[in-house]
């Protein structure tokens, strides 16, 4: 008796412990300067303000209720994601509805101490059905000059391929975007994976590296660890999104730590999604682990349950994330973005003075 009651003390001292362990460690999540490189701004489209669209613009979509909306959000893997993503999309059509959507998200930033965003789009998602690519770039530029002016918070626009279209809208795609090159850092490569490996857009994405744009893509999310070196030797790429896949290949693990190649890992998506059964089944911790440089982004934060913190306050209690693997994934995203190298070093500096 004496000596269970013993045992159970320590254990109500270690419980202690280690609760207010966890709960500082959220905190520092919640204050530290964030940036979020992995975020597609049609993923942001919350069912409220699809619903208040879809009155604003007269489109009629498939759900009565913003729980219909939530309840239909259960996916078995990528592509029955994307069939509900684009369907929502729809209802995106004025200049002003893409000002309203990104300006939604970047308060959800502010809200998360997210200082710098980086933001991918999919024109050909708006143009095939008719919306002038133009309006679809403007909006989304004119919310994110709105921001850094009232939120401080900085902002770049990577424009994304849709993989599953073939080579020539893509090159149709990059044409609109020549006029628009001083508000577009980069392309990347979304939609579909399976099926369609980055060799399919190597010349569309050797002419936008020839047009002066950065390049990144989408890789190792459900396809296998090929279109990761795909992507690395054909597209040249300086950050694979999600790319979750790599630890299947000990030699690409190798090239992507010589060449210092980031991976915008997104976890709650990859469950969503089912790339993992299990949060605590995330591979997130053994990137790190083997030097990758890995960090957290939020993918489609209103169809997988999150934004930034709400991803790495998961992750934390479901993979015991300790202060130094936080501390570690914020300034590994800083690093791996597309800030100047004194405007990494400034927020460098201030996560350093604050962990
Ligand atoms: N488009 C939006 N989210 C995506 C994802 N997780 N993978 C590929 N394409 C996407
Ligand atoms: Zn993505």
């Not at 010589?258 to 949060?279: A, E, G, M, R, W």
């Amino acid at each position: 008796m004496l000596i269970s009651l013993y045992n159970s003390n320590i254990c109500l001292i270690n419980t202690k412990t280690e609760s207010y362990e966890v709960s500082e460690i959220i905190e520092l999540i919640k204050k530290v300067p964030k940036a979020e490189l992995h975020l597609h701004i049609e993923g942001s489209l919350e069912p409220e303000l699809m619903f208040g669209l879809a009155k604003r613009n007269k489109i009629k979509i498939p759900f009565r209720s913003v729980d219909e909306i939530k309840t239909a959000y259960n996916f078995h893997n990528l592509q029955s994601f994307l069939d509900i993503y684009y369907q929502g999309a729809k209802v995106l059509i004025s200049e002003q509805d893409f000002f309203d959507l990104t300006w939604a998200y970047l308060l959800k930033s502010k809200e998360d101490n997210v200082v710098h965003t980086e933001i991918f789009f999919d024109p050909q998602t708006h143009t095939d059905r008719g919306i002038k690519f133009d309006l679809v770039i403007n909006g989304i530029h004119r919310a994110i000059l709105k921001a850094e002016k009232e939120l401080g918070i900085s902002s770049k626009i990577i424009m994304c391929f849709l993989r599953h279209l073939d080579e020539q809208s893509a090159f149709k795609t990059l044409d609109q975007a020549l006029t628009h090159k001083d508000k577009i850092i980069g392309v990347g490569l979304d939609s579909s994976e399976v099926g369609y490996p980055p060799s399919k857009f190597e010349r569309v994405f050797n002419k936008a590296m020839e047009e002066g744009f950065l390049t990144v893509a989408h890789a190792g999310e459900e396809g296998p660890p090929e279109y990761i070196w795909e992507a690395l030797d054909l597209l040249k790429v300086k950050r694979i999104d999600h790319g979750v896949r790599c630890l299947e290949d000990e030699k690409l693990v190798q090239r992507l730590k010589d060449d210092q190649i980031p991976l915008t890992v997104c976890p709650l998506s990859n469950v969503k999604l089912c790339i993992f059964k299990k949060l605590k089944d995330h591979n997130l911790k053994k990137l790190l682990n083997k030097g990758l440089i890995a960090m957290v982004n939020s993918d489609d934060p209103a169809y997988f349950g999150g934004y930034l913190n709400t991803n790495l306050i998961e992750c934390q209690m479901a993979l015991n994330l300790t202060k130094e693997d936080i501390k570690r994934l914020v300034i590994n995203s800083f690093r791996s973005s597309f800030l100047s190298e004194d405007e990494k070093k400034k927020w460098i500096d201030q996560i350093n003075y604050l962990v």
